[in-house]
């Protein structure tokens, strides 16, 4: 939930910006002022910059100045910074009619009736920051550290490098609240601890503790012959979902290719132990995290990476990655995309793709979502693609496009917005690791 407070916090206030949220309220100490940070690669279903921790703040890597042995914290009791604050609120509701049939725990549940979601919240923000100016008068009063072993390890693997130099924190403890009532026999939302018969009302709740930061800005830091210096226009393309109908299919598929074809090669065997590892983490995201931060090590630095863990899920692939040192890196990198493209998508969109594999309909549904990619406004996909056998498949599929903005109806007729371009393609890069996985016999 953190990350949907923080996601709609972005989206409020500096919705076209370069105001990035925080993911994981485990990691925000992470991104303070002055804590260097590494950017993720951009992809077509996430153009939006996004950001891994180091562990180091920038004063760790710089050396004393001239006279002085301390590396205390940069700025303190120095001029450059500031604070303000102010309050944020927001309200949604909402009402679904339907019904749908799910399979939950070996149990067939149909729920039907209808349901109200309805969220809010007020929250304190304090804006801190260190201008831009101020930290690049420093060039000349702090040294870089090359022989620090961050510094050293960044330069080997070609990393860039960011500080962040603005953030918005809490200014008090706030707890957030997401409540659905149900009527009927409608069981709430479609997660699957609340789908069993009976159930009426569900909330969904954090505490987010005071000083906690909720996002930032980072400036790129280059390094150049053991100097540094800040990166005001980074030369970094911008990867965006065009709106020229095949062209956005042709750029997706290219980067699915460069990023997934080696889990093409895998024998039957080794499709079946990375399936099950999929499934985990669309279950649990604490395996998700888990085994997001392995790739990121394996990635980071292979030799050193050890491929551990106490998870029944997880234990195959990771034995098999520990056995595949020729293709470690490659397999790291399949699996960090198909991560990357499932963190797009909403905690009832994998429930759902759960459910469409136990039906068999994820081939279908991928051909369907392609079709998708290729239009903007309204369109027809052909009948075919939209020939369930069963009725229910028909309206978890329904449900499924529909999370990601596009309103599909019954007789092939859509409607996809520019907006949901770049959440139809993470959909479609899901679909199609979940396809090539299941269908290796």
């Known amino acids: 939930m953190f990350k949907k407070v923080t996601q709609s916090l972005v989206n409020q206030i500096d919705p076209k910006g370069d105001l990035v949220p925080v993911q994981s309220i485990l990691d925000h100490e992470h991104f303070r002022l002055l804590c260097l940070v590494r950017r993720k690669r951009k992809t077509i279903f996430c153009p939006s910059p996004r950001y891994k921790r180091t562990c180091y703040r920038f004063d760790d890597v710089l050396l004393p100045r001239e006279g002085d042995k301390s590396t205390e914290f940069l700025f303190l009791n120095e001029a450059g910074q500031g604070s303000s604050q102010f309050t944020v609120k927001k309200s949604f509701s909402d009402k679904v009619d339907g019904s749908l049939s799910l399979c939950v725990d070996s149990t067939r549940v149909k729920v039907q009736g209808a349901f109200s979601l309805s ?14 100016p101020r930290l690049d008068a420093l060039r000349t009063e ?64 954090i505490i987010i503790p005071k000083g906690c930061t909720l996002a930032f800005r980072a400036i790129h830091l280059t390094i150049t012959d053991g100097s540094w210096d800040l990166d005001y226009f980074p030369g970094e393309s911008s990867k965006k979902f065009v709106s020229d109908g095949e062209q956005c299919v042709l750029l997706l598929l290219t980067e699915v290719g460069q990023n997934l074809t080696i889990l093409s090669k895998l024998s039957s065997d080794l499709c079946a132990v990375f399936l099950k590892a999929i499934k985990g983490v669309m279950r649990d995201r604490n395996l998700f995290h888990e085994l997001s931060q392995k790739m990121e090590a394996v990635l980071d630095e292979t030799d050193s990476c050890e491929l551990k863990t106490e998870s ?17 890196l490659k397999l790291a990198g399949a699996i960090t995309y198909t991560l990357d493209a499932l963190d797009e998508l909403t905690e009832n969109q994998l429930l759902l793709l759960l459910e469409s ?15 998708h990619t290729s239009h903007l406004g309204g369109f027809s996909v052909d009948a075919s693609l939209f020939s369930f056998s069963q009725e229910k498949d028909e309206k978890i599929t329904i449900a499924l496009v529909g999370m990601s903005g596009v309103k599909l109806q019954k007789d092939g007729s859509a409607v996809c917005t520019e907006e949901a371009s770049s959440a139809t393609a993470a959909l479609y890069v899901s679909l199609y690791v979940l396809d090539l996985l299941s269908n290796s016999d």
Do not use: M
């Open 119 to 132: 969220k809010g919240w007020s929250i304190k923000l304090e804006k801190n920051h260190i201008s831009v």
């Open 142 to 205: 702090r040294k870089l550290n090359v022989n620090h072993s961050f510094i050293k390890q960044l330069q080997k693997t070609g990393q860039n490098l960011y500080i962040v130099h603005e953030t918005l924190e809490n200014s008090e403890e706030t707890s957030f609240e997401e409540s659905t009532k149900a009527d009927g026999s409608f069981a709430a939302q479609l997660y699957a601890e609340l789908c069993t018969k009976g159930t009426r009302e569900s909330n969904e709740s």
């Open 357 to 371: 594999l136990e039906e068999k309909i994820v081939s279908q549904q991928l051909k369907l979502v392609r079709e």
């Open 312 to 328: 029944p899920d997880l234990k195959d692939l990771l034995s098999s990655l520990q056995d595949s040192s020729g293709h470690l």
